[in-house]
């Protein structure tokens, strides 16, 4: 089955600076990789998402990139505020089911003022 | 709209006691999951519905039980319940499968204590 990898899991940067977050997967046939966001004390919430048929998408300060060759997708988050710190969760939707994701181990992202 | 709702927020149970957590959402969401999240581990699927009166196993389903006799209402019970099964659970729910415009909702989740 699917099996998403994800690092760091704890990762600090100074305010205004960028951060990435990037995440392997091991099922060729997985077509759809959503990012969520947890902040502390709630569920995650949907932060942005790409189809294996896109490389790259942007919503303003966040983007993400993906390399089907090498089952490698990142995020990517530039000019950090506070309100960005939360722990990110990357994941993976195997092709053989529209019904499940695979989550990643999350990394804990520290914005310093 | 509440969006999805968990009950309890909290709860800690003695080793081999039962409980049911409640999972409702009100965006009339086809499909329904329950996952828990343990240190290091990120999110695992324990048991999904993808419609009322339907169910099926996720990735770690043993030991917990599932119903959904209502579209709008998810329940996860343990019967036994197990020091192994301390973590935080959350549910979500989506409208159709996980495709690219489908995005699924998070509950605030419940936080079980086994002892």
């Known amino acids: 089955g699917e099996n998403v990898e994800q690092h760091p899991s704890t990762l600090s940067v100074q305010e205004g600076d960028s951060a990435v977050i990037k995440c392997t997967y091991s099922d060729s046939a997985s077509n759809y990789f959503p990012w969520y966001k947890q902040e502390l004390g709630k569920g995650p919430q949907l932060i942005i998402d790409?189809?294996?048929?896109?490389g790259e998408k942007k919503d303003q300060r966040i983007a993400v990139t993906l390399n089907k060759t090498a089952k490698h997708f990142s995020l990517h988050i530039t000019e950090t505020q506070p309100e960005d710190s939360a722990v990110y969760f990357c994941a993976a939707r195997p092709y053989s089911s529209a019904s499940k994701i695979i989550f990643g181990s999350g990394t804990r992202l520290s914005i310093r003022p | 709209n509440a969006g999805v709702t968990q009950t309890p927020k909290f709860r800690v149970l003695k080793t081999g006691q039962s409980m049911t957590l409640l999972c409702a959402q009100d965006m009339n969401h086809e499909y329904m999951y329950w996952y828990r999240q343990d240190p290091g581990m990120g999110l695992r699927l324990i048991h999904y519905?993808?419609?009322?009166?339907?169910?099926a196993k996720g990735e770690v389903p043993d030991g917990y039980n599932v119903s959904r006799l209502k579209k709008q209402n998810f329940l996860l019970g343990l019967e036994s319940a197990a020091p192994s099964q301390t973590s935080v659970y959350f549910c979500?729910?989506?409208?159709?499968?996980?495709?690219?415009?489908?995005?699924?909702?998070f509950g605030p989740g419940t936080r079980l204590t086994v002892l």
């Open positions: 979500a729910s989506s409208y159709r499968g996980l495709a690219g415009d489908n995005e699924q909702f």
């Open positions: 790409i189809r294996s048929n896109v």
């Open positions: 519905s993808v419609g009322e009166g339907t169910t």
